[in-house]
Antibody, heavy 121, light 107 residues
Framework: EVQLLESGGDLAPPGGSLRLSCAAS????????MSWVRQAPGKGLEWLSA????????YYADAVKGRFTISRDNSKSTLYLQLNSLRAEDTAVYYC??????????????WGQGTLVTVSS | DIQMTQSPSTLSASVGDRVTITCRAS??????LAWYQQKPGKAPKLLIY???TLESGVPSRFSGSGSGTEFTLTITSLQPDDFATYYC?????????FGQGTKLEIK
């Protein structure tokens, strides 16, 4: 069974940092591009960042460019998102999501359960 | 960036109804559009990709159509389990923006 399990969400102060992890199982992790998507309380979905299967190509939404860093460790089947310079508007549930192999662009056929990041003093 | 706009924002319907949700892109995205269903407190679920391809396991009462800048998601014969929020997402190019969502409520 394909599974994604996020962790690392927590309460952090404005300007603080967090590192989110997403442990994958049930598929060959290195074959799939992966993304992070977030959802602020009561709001819609916002794509944040994507990384290709081997970790060489990374893409970011303008809202997080320069503050967030996506990475992956295929030997551990784990995706990461480093969150720096956190702002109140970064408060959200953060999801990792899998892009099926060989697709045009990225859409997401498998999602984790989400991890909550709260930015507040 | 390609902006995605859904309408309506809220839709009230009854079990057994046929409903249509529209998604418009700010520029042409060919057929590169996906639809998701999300229930409160849960992760989104992929329903349709490439505008009209049904994801495995998704009931056939869901269908998608469109190309270019205008797309629709149609649900025929609404079931109680279908009341949820629906999002479109363009998968043509970065950034992979979502629409703002359409909440399907029970009338």
């Amino acid at each position: 069974e394909v599974q994604l399990l996020e962790s690392g969400g927590d309460l952090a102060p404005p300007g603080g940092s967090l590192r989110l992890s997403c442990a994958a199982s049930g598929f060959t992790f290195s074959r799939n591009p992966m993304s992070w998507v977030r959802q602020a309380p009561g709001k819609g979905l916002e794509w944040l960042s994507a990384i290709n299967g081997i970790g060489t190509n990374k893409y970011y939404a303008d809202a997080v460019k320069g503050r967030f860093t996506i990475s992956r460790d295929n030997s551990k089947s784990t995706l990461y998102l480093q969150l720096n310079s956190l702002r109140a508007e970064d408060t959200a549930v953060y999801y990792c999501a899998r892009d099926p192999e060989g697709t045009h662009g990225d859409y997401f056929d498998c999602w984790g359960q989400g991890t909550l990041v709260t930015v507040s003093s | 960036d390609i902006q995605m706009t859904q309408s309506p924002s809220t839709l009230s319907a009854s079990v057994g109804d046929r409903v249509t949700i529209t998604c418009r892109a700010s520029q042409s995205i060919s057929r590169w559009l996906a639809w998701y269903q999300q229930k409160p407190g849960k992760a989104p679920k992929l329903l349709i990709y490439e505008a009209s391809t049904l994801e495995s396991g998704v009931p056939s009462r869901f269908s998608g159509s469109g190309s270019g800048t205008e797309f629709t998601l149609t649900i025929t014969s609404l079931q109680p389990d279908d009341f949820a929020t629906y999002y479109c997402q363009q998968h043509n190019s970065y950034d992979y923006n979502f629409g703002q969502g359409t909440k399907l409520e029970i009338k």
